[in-house]
Nanobody, 122 residues
């Protein structure tokens, strides 16, 4: 199976930046779309950003203009550059991969990373 390994979480003050990375063990049809969810309260994971194989991107309104998702040329690594962080961004961030970037819902993902904690202090 494909494995996703995340890194880059940490603690910052409001207004600071963090860069998350996620590397897939391989590129397959099941990882054509890669991106990020976050768990901020309760068990639900909300979509944050995603990138397709052609590098087109989609963002949640809450992070638009602050976060940037990108992908390396091999399509195995996805990044989430988080700028102007707010306390509301605090949570566990999960890398995910799917066959499609449409219908980007947590229960439609093929693979998940282990999660990385992001804490933003006021």
């Amino acid at each position: 199976r494909v494995r996703l390994v995340e890194s880059g979480g940490g603690s910052v003050q409001a207004g600071g930046s963090l860069r998350l990375s996620c590397t897939a063990s391989e590129y397959t049809y099941g990882t054509r779309c890669m991106g990020w969810f976050r768990q901020v309260q309760g068990p639900a994971r909300e979509g944050v950003a995603r990138v397709w194989v052609d590098n087109s991107t989609t963002y949640a309104d809450s992070v638009k203009d602050r976060f940037t998702v990108s992908r390396d040329s091999a399509k195995t690594t996805v990044y989430l550059q988080m700028n102007s962080l707010k306390p509301e961004d605090t949570g566990t961030y999960y890398c995910a991969a799917a066959r499609w970037c449409t219908n980007w819902q947590s229960d439609s993902m093929n693979y998940w990373g282990q999660g990385t904690q992001v804490t933003v202090s006021a």
